[in-house]
């Protein structure tokens, strides 16, 4: 896959910096540390508002990201109907390697009306680990 790929560490809590793309991505959410619902809430929203359009939340918390991005997204539209341009689709995964969910998303990981050909990894980390996740991704 020879598309845009963005990493982009943060430490638990930090505060949110610009949006990375200025076209519509994917992101994988891998958390390797737990959050306050009150963070995990803006950085769910700073992924809907910046054009994630599909998010596969991997690590700690997994359902509760996909939950929250799945909020964030309705409350964007009021809880109305979601034009089907930006309906956020997402999707968790507790029991697989993260080498399987870079499968997934490089395979798998397709809306149904837009073209996803941006991804950004979202490392929730005390530290960040660049090289390491590159790797995974590109072997995935």
Not at 53 to 77: C, H
Not at 111 to 137: G, K, N
Request: proline share 10%; hydrophobic share 45%.
């Amino acid at each position: 896959m020879n598309a845009p790929l963005r990493y982009l560490h943060l430490p638990p809590e930090a505060p949110l910096p610009p949006h990375p793309f200025s076209q519509p991505f994917r992101a994988v959410v891998a958390a390797e540390v737990m959050v306050s619902p009150d963070w995990m809430s803006a950085v769910s929203e700073w992924l809907v508002d910046g054009g994630c359009l599909f998010a596969m939340a991997w690590g700690l918390q997994g359902t509760y990201w996909d939950t929250a991005i799945d909020e964030a997204n309705l409350e964007k539209y009021e809880f109305g109907k979601i034009p089907e341009n930006r309906f956020v689709m997402t999707s968790w995964h507790d029991d697989e390697s993260l080498g399987e969910v870079f499968w997934f998303c490089k395979n798998l990981a397709h809306h149904p009306s837009v073209d996803l050909r941006a991804t950004l990894i979202l490392h929730i980390s005390p530290v960040p680990d660049e090289p390491a996740y590159r790797q995974s991704y590109d072997a995935a």
